[in-house]
């Protein structure tokens, strides 16, 4: 990869800057996977606002939920409804699955150790898919229960205290959402995301669940089942995108094109570096941590080498999507694995 001229002229001209962008991505020398991008991952919250965040967040997801489950199950076992009976067994989930977040995010708190020399973090993902298998088992009762109003004789859903309580039950998760996902931003806890994102989902699911009983009622009682398996639905979708999203976490994703190339720009805004020829940028757990290699003046001494080393690790640290970076020091001509 050629060494861009001027940082002020890419700033100064557009045109230079598409120039460069187009170099560095068709550069035969950088070395990466290209994958989706995931989210923000460096946070300045210390160690121990981290550790009070995840314990309010707990909190906020076992307390709420449970809740919601038990007000929703006895609401579902006095109407009958599919819907609400939907919904109280994905409430019921979620506050299971609260429990095991909790566990979790403990264990990934942990320091690093000799059995565990990058540290515990890969524990989120794997926390995120227990919600993820959570949420799926959720909606699989949701299209049985369904089915079974589907083929049965299903009723119309008197509205009574039912819409009352699911209105609450919307304004509760509502606020669950805002507050943990709020956590989950700043501290960039791939399990508490997930735990934002369910609490987006049943607000989806609840309002779709209200629509069921209304239509139930004011227009035809098996409005309330194909209700129950619209919920089910965006249960399956949100199960997707996490699960997705966090076995990317566990098996090393990388990170895409556009992300490589900002490594790079960094790397070369120290004016000694003549080359950057490797990069390798992939997910720890949800840390993205960077290899890479940079050419300079073989003739300088190894103290400055070496500072010249530590000041594009410090460069490309500053990207906020960046949490370690290893750098790999080459003298100019020399092209290493």
């Not at 460096?42 to 121990?48: E, G, H, L, M, P």
């Not at 489950?69 to 006895?74: L, M, T």
């Amino acid at each position: 990869m050629t060494k861009p001229e001027s940082t002020n002229n890419q700033k100064e001209n557009k045109q230079e800057e598409v120039e460069e962008k187009n170099d560095l991505s068709s550069g035969e020398k950088i070395t990466y996977y290209n994958n989706s991008y995931i989210e923000r991952v460096r946070t300045d919250v210390s160690d121990s606002k981290r550790s009070r965040l995840y314990i309010k967040a707990i909190i906020f997801a076992i307390g709420g939920n449970l809740l919601l489950a038990v007000i929703k199950g006895i609401l579902a076992w006095i109407s009958g409804s599919s819907a609400v009976f939907s919904d109280a067994a994905n409430s019921l989930s979620d506050a299971l699955y609260s429990i095991i977040m909790g566990i979790g995010l403990y264990v990934s708190q942990r320091p690093a150790d000799e059995s565990h020399p990058q540290g515990h973090s890969q524990f989120e993902p794997l926390v995120s898919l227990f919600i993820a298998a959570a949420m799926a088992s959720a909606g699989i009762a949701a299209v049985w229960q369904s089915i079974q109003s589907l083929l049965g004789q299903a009723e119309p859903i008197a509205l009574g205290w039912t819409s009352f309580v699911m209105l609450i039950a919307i304004v509760v998760k509502y606020i669950m959402y805002y507050l943990v996902s709020g956590i989950g931003e700043k501290v960039y806890s791939p399990a508490i995301q997930a735990s934002a994102r369910d609490n987006l989902v049943d607000i989806i699911s609840t309002t779709l669940a209200l629509i069921g009983v209304w239509g139930s009622h004011f227009i035809h009682p098996y409005l309330d089942p194909i209700a129950g398996l619209i919920v089910a639905l965006w249960i399956f979708k949100a199960t997707w995108e996490i699960t997705w999203e966090n076995v990317g976490y566990l098996i090393g994703r990388g990170a895409d094109l556009e992300l490589t190339e900002k490594i790079a720009e960094a790397a070369f805004s120290v004016s000694e570096v003549a080359d950057v020829h490797r990069i390798v940028a992939e997910y720890v757990g949800p840390q993205l941590r960077v290899d890479m290699h940079i050419n300079v003046d073989g003739d300088i001494p190894l103290s400055k080498a070496h500072k010249i080393g530590e000041d594009v690790r410090n460069a490309v640290e500053e990207l906020e999507e960046v949490d370690l970076v290893y750098v790999h020091i080459e003298p100019i001509g020399h092209q290493g694995k």
